[in-house]
C-alpha cells in the first residue's frame, strides 16, 4: 500500500497571500488529520476529516480550512498568510487507536 | 489522552541499549500507549504500540508495568541513525484535540 501522500514538499509564500496544500490518505482510510509543527510550538493539532465531514477542530484562526472529497483525500487552505504561518504542516491517517501513519509533510515558508 | 511526561533528551552511543521512560500517572482504563519517532522536516513514524506487560517489534520494544501508569521504550543496539525525537502518547482514539503531542524526546547517539 502507499503511504500518506502530501503535495508539494515545499512552498513558499508571500504575506498575504492563499495556500492550498493536499494530502492523499493511505487507500482505504477515510479519517485525515492536520497538524501544524513549528519550533516553538512543537506539533499542534489543526483538523480531523472523517468520510467529508469535519469532526474535530484544534485552536486555529478561521484563516485555516480544510475540507475532505469522496475519495478521502483531503485539502487545507490558509488564507491571508502571515510570517507565523511557517511551518511544516503534516497530514496523517489516523487507523485506530492513536495509531496515524504521517505523510512527509509540506514545508511552507511565509516571506 | 491522558498527560505524558518524558525527559527532554538523552545521550548515550552506537551498540548500546537505549531505554526511554515516559510517565502517565492518570491513564485511563480502555488508554493504550504508542510511540513515535520523528526525524527533522519529516513526520512522525508509529514505533510500537502497547497495553499491558510487554510488546516487541522488528524495532523496539516497549515495557509497560502492571499499574500502567509508566512505560519503557527499549532500543536495542542503537544506531547513529537513531537519533531523532521519541514521542510518547497515551489515549484511545483522537478525541476532540486529536493527538497530542508533547515535546518529545530528543534522543542524540553518538559515535
Known amino acids: 500500500k502507499a503511504g500518506v501522500t502530501q503535495t508539494p514538499r515545499y512552498l513558499i509564500k508571500t504575506r498575504g497571500q492563499q495556500v492550498t496544500l493536499s494530502c492523499s490518505p493511505i487507500?482505504?482510510?477515510?479519517?485525515v488529520s492536520w497538524y501544524q509543527q513549528t519550533p516553538g510550538q512543537g506539533l499542534q493539532f489543526l483538523f480531523e476529516y472523517f468520510s467529508e465531514t469535519q469532526r474535530n477542530k484544534g485552536n486555529f484562526p478561521g484563516r485555516f480550512s480544510g475540507r475532505q472529497f469522496s475519495n478521502s483525500r483531503s485539502e487545507m487552505n490558509v488564507s491571508t498568510l502571515e510570517l507565523g504561518d511557517s511551518a511544516l504542516y503534516l497530514c496523517a491517517s489516523i487507523v485506530r487507536v492513536i495509531k496515524a501513519f504521517f505523510g512527509q509533510g509540506t514545508r511552507l515558508t511565509v516571506v | 489522552l491522558a498527560k505524558t511526561t518524558q525527559p527532554i533528551s538523552m545521550d548515550s552511543y552506537e551498540g548500546q541499549e537505549v531505554n526511554i521512560t515516559c510517565s502517565h500517572n492518570n491513564i485511563a482504563t480502555n488508554d493504550y500507549i504508542t510511540w513515535y519517532q520523528q526525524f527533522p522536516s519529516q513526520g512522525p513514524r508509529f514505533i510500537i504500540q502497547?497495553?499491558?506487560t510487554k510488546v516487541t517489534n522488528e524495532v523496539a520494544s516497549l515495557f509497560i508495568p502492571a499499574d500502567r501508569k509508566s512505560s519503557t521504550l527499549s532500543l536495542p543496539r542503537v544506531s547513529l541513525s537513531d537519533t531523532a525525537v521519541y514521542y510518547c502518547l497515551v489515549g484511545e482514539g483522537g478525541g476532540a484535540d486529536g493527538l497530542t503531542f508533547g515535546k518529545g524526546t530528543h534522543l542524540i547517539i553518538q559515535p
Open positions: 487507500s482505504g482510510h477515510r479519517s
Open positions: 502497547g497495553y499491558k
